[in-house]
């Protein structure tokens, strides 16, 4: 007998699956038991995600998805986003998170390192009207019990995104937006259970979109939005779903995550603490371990007042986790030509900080990609594994020190931990308002001039709304 024929696999788990404790928090979840703190936290996540949405919607990929589902056509049931007009509600589900993600300006769960509203606002929204007379109230419930699984599972698990090979914002995106589809739709705890267990043959999200530089890495989000409303609706329709969906002998924790996911962490005050209190949001369009450097670069060259054409070089450390997300290849990421390279890199992002004392969506543009003066600061730009850094923060969004040396031999130096938008470094009302703003004006069609101001006054009043149709008409 071979060593392998002797190899047993343990097929019962000391506690109930992780599944059943996640479908009782999701489908019982009720708004008018939060706090306000925690209620106001899902509206601003609800505003955030469809003003990125906004944006998004001229991104590309989303131009051919959106003209595919109309292609497709099918049963009216939900809103596709700024294009206008009913689908299925899966597939407008998808296209919908396609475009929420499209800009790399959604929220970040820096501890856990992912996305958490875009998968699960879009699936909460179009089972919601799938459902229909969705009300602001429960599509509160729906969206903080979609954050909250999402978020609870990126701490628990413990092996790096570049370790795995997954992005854990569609990997896990999975089964929050199944939790906030199915709270949506108003599934029971056996019905959640058995979603969770039929979504689980669906779930995916490689890292390899990011290292090609794939339009796949803004779409996958919504795949998992799609998944999760057709998973919603075959459970209601008494479909039995993997019942050991996370702890099972082929359970995703082990299949997909080589068994190293702290249950108890997940488990933990599950719906007395929320752990999406700890989303960061992002005040840059571009992926969140630029972020550090690019705070510390415009810290730098306010400082300085020294133009790019003085500087002999810059280093920015980071940790090993940060430096393979955003600096290799070194040769795309010192000389970007697609937009999904330049989102994903470090020098290019600390050069278009230097010299523009600002970072925004134009700068992620074709136009911007051909900037010449961009171009030559960032092939001076050099990034290091920081031994520090790496040893106190490896699992986590990169904290970043920035060395500037100049041509004169003078050095500036500084160190960011807590990039703007992080709790510890949250963004103001103001730089809310200003970023929904100028997401509104990147819209694929032309939108009326308060069109973010309505949103925000719709979104700040979510709990008096009958009918989310009310909420979703002003997208589009």
């Known amino acids: 007998m071979t060593a392998a024929s002797d190899t047993k696999i343990n097929t019962r788990p000391a506690h109930p699956d992780l599944a059943i404790d996640l479908a009782r928090f999701a489908s019982s979840l009720d708004t008018a038991r939060l706090d306000d703190a925690v209620v106001q936290a899902v509206k601003t996540n609800i505003l955030d995600t469809l003003s990125c949405a906004l944006a998004g919607s001229s991104a590309k990929a989303i131009g051919e998805v959106s003209g595919l589902v109309r292609e497709w056509s099918g049963t009216p049931q939900a809103d596709m986003f700024v294009f206008g007009g009913k689908f299925p509600a899966h597939h407008a589900a998808w296209v919908n998170g396609g475009m929420s993600h499209a800009r790399d300006y959604d929220d970040t769960h820096d501890g856990a390192i992912l996305h958490a509203g875009v998968s699960t606002v879009p699936a909460a929204i179009a089972a919601g009207q799938l459902r229909g007379g969705l009300s602001g109230e429960d599509l509160i419930a729906a969206v903080a019990a979609g954050l909250e699984v999402t978020c609870r599972l990126g701490v628990g698990v413990t092996v790096d995104i570049v370790e795995s ?144 054409d003085e500087i002999e070089s810059i280093r920015v450390g980071v940790t090993a986790p940060g430096y393979q997300m955003v600096c290799v290849p070194e040769h795309v990421r010192l000389a970007p030509r697609t937009i999904v390279e330049a989102q994903f890199s470090i020098p290019y992002a600390v050069a278009a900080a230097w010299i523009d004392g600002q970072i925004g969506i134009r700068h992620f543009s074709d136009e911007g990609l051909k900037r010449s003066d961009i171009l030559a600061l960032t092939a001076r730009v050099q990034p290091y594994v920081d031994e520090d850094i790496e040893r106190d923060w490896s699992r986590f969004v990169t904290p970043a020190r920035v060395i500037v040396k100049f041509c004169d031999g003078q050095t500036a130096e500084t160190r960011v931990d807590y990039p703007k938008g992080h709790p510890n470094n949250a963004m103001t009302k103001a730089e809310f308002a200003a970023k929904s703003a100028d997401c509104a004006t990147f819209a694929a069609r032309p939108l009326p001039d308060d069109t973010s101001s309505r949103l925000a006054a719709a979104v700040d009043r979510l709990e008096t709304i009958q009918d989310i149709a009310e909420l979703v008409s002003l997208m589009s």
């Not at 998973?231 to 099972?248: E, K, N, S």
Request: net charge positive; aromatic share 10%.
């Open 165 to 308: 090979g997954f992005i854990y914002t569609s990997l896990l995106g999975y089964f929050g937006a199944t939790a906030a589809a199915g709270r949506a739709l108003g599934l029971n705890e056996e019905q959640m259970l058995n979603a969770f267990g039929i979504v689980y043959s669906s779930v995916a999200g490689n890292h390899q979109v990011t290292r090609d530089a794939s339009l796949m890495k803004r779409l996958q989000p919504g795949l998992a939005a799609q998944a999760a409303v057709v998973a919603v609706q075959l459970a209601q329709r008494g479909i039995r779903g993997a019942q050991g969906v996370f702890d099972g002998a082929d359970g995703f924790i082990r299949v997909y995550l080589q068994g190293r996911v702290d249950r108890e962490v997940v488990r933990k005050e599950l719906g007395s603490r929320f752990e999406f209190l700890n989303l960061s949001y992002k005040p840059y369009p571009c992926c969140r371990d630029t972020h550090a450097a690019i705070d510390a670069a415009l810290q730098l060259a306010k400082e300085t007042g020294r133009p790019a």
